[in-house]
């Protein structure tokens, strides 16, 4: 006994091997048009973070052989440096200078 299968089981049995064919073509054609329009949009998105890019200024890189903290002013952390100076009667900085 042998048992015949369709090899495209989501097909109607009353097609056809042509219009089985003519159906994966048309996909395949779908898809390819698909495909094209998604990398001139990738495309189109390169040229236009490129651009973008290219408005940014440079942004200069640390020295090498020197850490971040080495090269940094060391600053005081004593309750001394962050007290208010006299004149300011303990106002923060921006109230100073919108008057509030």
């Not at 020295?63 to 309750?79: H, I, K, L, Q, V």
């Amino acid at each position: 006994m042998y048992v015949l299968l369709d090899p495209d089981p989501t097909s109607d049995p009353g097609r056809t091997h042509d219009q089985s064919h003519d159906r994966t073509n048309e996909l395949i054609s779908t898809l390819r048009e698909q495909l094209d329009a998604e990398r001139q949009a990738h495309a189109e998105a390169r040229r236009l973070l490129a651009a973008a890019l290219e408005r940014i200024p440079a942004i200069e890189a640390p020295e090498t052989g020197r850490d971040a903290s080495e090269s940094a002013e060391p600053r005081p952390a004593t309750e001394e440096a962050q007290a208010p100076s006299e004149g300011s009667q303990g106002r923060p900085w921006w109230r100073r200078l919108v008057g509030g």
